[in-house]
């Protein structure tokens, strides 16, 4: 298990980055120079900024039942907490979870403490509450189109076979590359229909609602991760048997709701062998990021390992967490961005990227994110190196499909080349292994 180092300077920072507009008071009230703290946080990480701090929602909470709660309970509970509309994870099995709208005007933070304090009734039907945030994809690669046609009928495979990669992401693009410099030139997408999901077709949107996963993100960051995986799945020797199943939970911007990814993240533990995550957010001392429903669902579900990127912001993880890379149960593998292969003939120059984030605790494994060639362009990120370790991973489960979640990572360390002398002494990683393909 991982053992991550909460900062005690990222609870003093919780109301400024919640409120600007109480600055003042809160100088007053703690006796802090907030100037002071801001230039503590930058001299922690010099390129970190609000942007990619939590968006939090001023009048939703996400709140997840106790097994076996009754409607009528859960009736009561929605009224007596002033809940005007609520939703349900779309296409999954689980109705424990639910997200509450209360409308504007009400004070968001008192309200998810009356929740937490007691569900009433004398049963404690409500065992979490999260507050409702955005976040975004780990980097913003270069502009790749605006194409808006999502054929995908011809790219679902007519069985599913081997493993199943849920990729929570931007969506898919199929067609990318068109004619004369096709990316995907053979089935690939999961087929849903074979699965007992016949409305789904392949994957699902979380964000518009239907099962359009198209990749409308001019970057196509999930077509990119995507692409990784299944390349160096197609080209292994022999070629590994898998399906791609596209989880959009980022809009246009690359801008995804909790809510959304919690849905996702639940599809895919009922769905697939493993899931691939190149996205996060950053701890800012307010949200509970440690004890959340996301959190749950991961513990409860020990043998889906989930591959993560640990994020671009030059950062040390085991001081200002990055999650979910930053979770830490066994299923959870973080990977942070070399810049050379072990192929390459100048491995033993090689180093940490230089955006990559690191942490002797709270990041795993390094592969490489720096100078993807994608149509053209150079991709860089931690996003890009995580997908490398999701294929590695996929090839281990479809040779030992019995084998857990804790015995796929432990192949992962053997098969991992040590990190050459040559990488920053400063900047490094649990294993400090580097996973080539």
């Known amino acids: 298990m991982k053992n991550l180092k909460k900062s005690s300077i990222l609870f003093v920072l919780a109301a400024l980055f919640f409120s600007c507009t109480e600055e003042n008071n809160f100088e007053e009230e703690n006796n802090v120079n907030t100037t002071d703290l801001v230039n503590t946080l930058k001299s922690m990480n010099r390129r970190i900024s609000r942007h990619d701090m939590p968006v939090y929602a001023h009048d939703k909470l996400i709140v997840q039942y106790a097994p076996g709660t009754s409607n009528s309970v859960k009736n009561d509970l929605r009224d007596n907490f002033g809940v005007i509309t609520y939703k349900l994870c779309e296409q999954c099995n689980d109705d424990s979870i639910e997200l509450w709208m209360f409308g504007n005007g009400i004070d968001i933070e008192p309200k998810k403490t009356a929740i937490e304090q007691g569900s009433g009734g004398g049963v404690e039907a409500i065992i979490d509450v999260d507050y ?235 592969a490489k994110g720096e100078n993807i060639p994608f149509l053209g362009y150079a991709m860089n990120g931690t996003s890009f190196a995580a997908p490398v370790v999701t294929a590695v991973v996929a090839r281990s489960k479809n040779e030992h499909p019995g084998f857990s979640a804790g015995e796929l990572k432990y192949q992962l360390i053997l098969s991992g080349i040590d990190c050459p002398a040559s990488f920053d002494v400063t900047k490094k990683v649990k294993y400090n292994k580097i996973i080539i393909p």
């Open 132 to 366: 409702e945030f955005t976040f975004g994809i780990d980097l913003n690669n270069p502009n790749l189109g605006t194409g808006t046609d999502y054929t995908y009928v011809p790219y679902i495979k007519p069985t599913n076979e081997g493993v199943t990669i849920a990729v929570l992401d931007t969506g898919i693009a199929p067609t990318i590359g068109g004619d004369t410099d096709p990316v995907f030139t053979i089935p690939f997408l999961y087929n849903a229909s074979s699965d007992g999901n016949p409305s789904i077709n392949s994957g699902w949107d979380f964000v518009n609602h239907d099962n359009n996963c198209f990749d409308d993100y001019n970057g196509r960051h999930g077509t990119v991760v995507s692409s990784i995986i299944t390349k160096i799945l197609n080209e292994s020797v022999p070629a590994v048997p898998h399906q791609i199943m596209p989880l959009k939970v980022c809009n246009e911007y690359g801008k995804a709701s909790y809510f959304n990814f919690l849905c996702a993240t639940s599809f895919g533990l009922q769905h697939a062998d493993i899931l691939q995550m190149s996205l996060g957010w950053y701890d800012d001392g307010f949200g509970d990021f440690i004890n959340t429903i996301l959190s749950s669902l991961i513990e409860q579900n020990p043998d889906v390992l989930i591959i993560t990127s640990a994020g671009n912001l030059e950062n040390n993880n085991d001081n200002l967490p990055h999650y979910p890379s930053g979770y830490t149960h066994d299923n959870i593998v973080a990977v942070a961005a070399a810049n050379k292969l072990a192929s390459n003939i100048y491995f033993g120059t090689s180093n940490i990227a230089w955006f990559s984030n690191y942490g002797v605790e709270s990041v795993d494994f390094f």
